[in-house]
């Protein structure tokens, strides 16, 4: 079953909003990661936050994470047109010493010019 | 930008022929895996390995078989194509402390 899950399944906004999307998981993790994907192509890693971290910026985009609620959320500010994709998180669970991450369903965000 | 390729980026072949999808990646990771996704989809891992001569089946089940014999290489093998097997077939690389590294993907379209 997955472990993630995102929210909203589609989001469409205007050039310059900012856009927010949701992941909750279900068991303990060591990190969440953040991945965009074009259409048709692969997945590009964006950004990883560890369990021990609650908030994390890589240039537009502002991670946070709260283990309490097993939840992160994902926020691109001052979005753009080449914005446009789908956005995945992915869990890496604790315990185990296997590196097996889990992808939710992904989140189809639109930026209109 | 990614050093992991894959090759065909496109294949349409027909149903009952054997078929390779080519992964290899100039990063010296010792993790790989295989995803399958549908347009649209939730990506599903279907095979990964952790190091040479090591490979395991993931969460989905599937009819593919897949070898780690160099590091650098990670092919998948369909035997017998059919028109289920119609999918995108992601590949990717990793080491612990990073996220993963995909490749571009081949689109598969069994006819």
């Known amino acids: 079953s997955q472990q993630g899950e995102e929210d909203p399944q589609a989001l469409s906004i205007q050039e310059g909003e900012n856009a927010t999307m949701n992941c909750s998981y279900k068991?303990?993790?060591?990190?969440l990661q953040w991945y965009r994907q074009n259409s048709g192509r692969g997945l590009v890693h964006l950004i990883l936050?560890?369990?021990?971290?609650r908030e994390k910026h890589s240039g537009r985009l502002r991670v946070t994470l709260d283990t309490s609620k097993k939840s992160s959320s994902l926020l691109i500010t001052a979005s753009r047109a080449a914005d446009t994709a789908s956005y995945f998180c992915?869990?890496?669970?604790?315990?185990?010493?296997?590196?097996?991450?889990?992808f939710g369903k992904g989140t189809l965000l639109t930026v209109n010019p | 930008e990614a050093d992991i390729y894959q090759t065909p980026r496109y294949l349409v072949i027909g149903t009952g022929k054997k078929i390779t999808l080519e992964c290899s990646q100039t990063?010296?990771?010792?993790?790989m895996y295989w995803y399958q996704q549908d347009p649209g989809m939730e990506l599903h891992l279907i095979h990964y390995?952790?190091?040479?001569?090591?490979?395991e089946k993931g969460d989905l089940s599937s009819e593919s078989t897949v070898s780690r014999i160099r590091t650098e290489h990670f092919p998948l093998t369909l035997e017998s194509a059919r028109p289920s097997h119609t999918s995108q077939y992601l590949c990717?690389?990793?080491?612990?402390?990073?996220?993963?590294?995909f490749g571009s993907g081949t689109r598969l379209t069994v006819v």
């Open positions: 990717a690389s990793s080491t612990r402390t990073y996220g993963y590294t």
């Open positions: 936050i560890r369990s021990n971290e």
């Open positions: 068991t303990s993790i060591n990190n």
């Open positions: 990063m010296g990771h010792d993790k």
């Open positions: 390995s952790y190091g040479v001569n090591s490979t």
């Open positions: 992915a869990t890496d669970p604790s315990g185990g010493s296997n590196y097996k991450l889990t």
